[in-house]
């Protein structure tokens, strides 16, 4: 086997490692929830309790390893690369469409403030994992295929909502857009050089959504389709924008950030 081959190896077997350890977590704060009967603001500071400590396992993995946070993206955004990402404005009006049929307000100040915690720590363990871990590995084999193959596996991923009780049609569509989602973050991620607007965004998507009031099927077919139709739009512009960020190969220190 010549080093190319065992690079190539040593990639997939860290993806592979990498997604199935946080789908450990995952499935433990959804059973842990529901084999106990928790719900409400209870089961929220749980789920995100646990799905935390996936964030915390690979916080801690590279602080012992690399003696620092930079290999798994978190860094200053590149100078600038806000203008290039179009100001996250698109992203920011998807968030907010989901709050379309107005906020609930009847489950009480508790229930939101939990919401919002494991909002965060969601945002916060899918992003180092899928964008700070995955993308990060792929892109000396280029920026496209790190972004193709991290956007799969996180649209993938979304198939554990089933066992979350989701039924499947929903969940084939929640796949969909995290998949479309998932190169949104992959774009910015690549374009900014760091992880902290990737999570910030997905902390702020998650929260305005576990928010969100229940609407009619009508007004969620919309809104569906109008976020849909602007993630789309999006990333057709933030590729065209950054057609020589995309096509240059990975620099050295990109390289080596994760071996």
């Not at 190539?8 to 995952?26: G, P, S």
């Not at 801690?60 to 100078?79: D, M, Q, W």
């Not at 916060?124 to 799969?152: D, H, N, P, Q, T």
């Not at 991620?189 to 009619?216: E, K, M, Q």
């Amino acid at each position: 086997m010549n080093n190319q081959e065992a690079t190539k190896d040593r990639t997939i077997i860290k993806t592979v490692l990498a997604t199935l350890t946080l789908l450990v977590f995952f499935f433990l704060q959804g059973e842990v929830v529901a084999v106990n009967g928790i719900e409400g603001a209870a089961s929220a500071l749980i789920r995100g309790g646990i799905i935390g400590s996936a964030a915390v396992a690979a916080i801690v993995f590279s602080l012992i390893k690399h003696k620092n946070l930079t290999a798994i993206g978190f860094r200053k955004p590149e100078p600038g690369a806000s203008r290039k990402l179009l100001y996250y404005i698109p992203l920011l009006i998807i968030a907010l469409s989901a709050l379309a049929a107005g906020i609930d307000y009847q489950k009480g100040a508790g229930f939101a403030l939990a919401n919002l915690f494991l909002a965060l720590c969601v945002g916060i363990a899918e992003e180092i994992y899928f964008r700070g871990v995955v993308c990060s590995i792929w892109l000396e084999k280029g920026a496209v295929k790190a972004m193709v193959i991290s956007s799969i596996l996180f649209g993938l991923c979304h198939l554990m909502n089933v066992l979350g009780g989701a039924g499947l049609t929903e969940t084939i569509l929640q796949i969909f857009f995290a998949l479309a989602y998932g190169v949104a973050f992959a774009l910015i991620f690549i374009v900014s050089g760091s992880i902290w607007p990737c999570i910030l965004l997905h902390a702020f998507h998650d929260g305005c959504s576990f928010l969100s009031a229940d609407g009619s099927l009508r007004t969620n077919i919309l809104v569906g389709i109008f976020q849909f139709a602007v993630m789309i739009t999006y990333i057709a512009a933030v590729v065209k924008r950054n057609k020589t960020v995309l096509s240059r190969p990975a620099a050295p220190e990109e390289q080596n950030a994760v071996r």
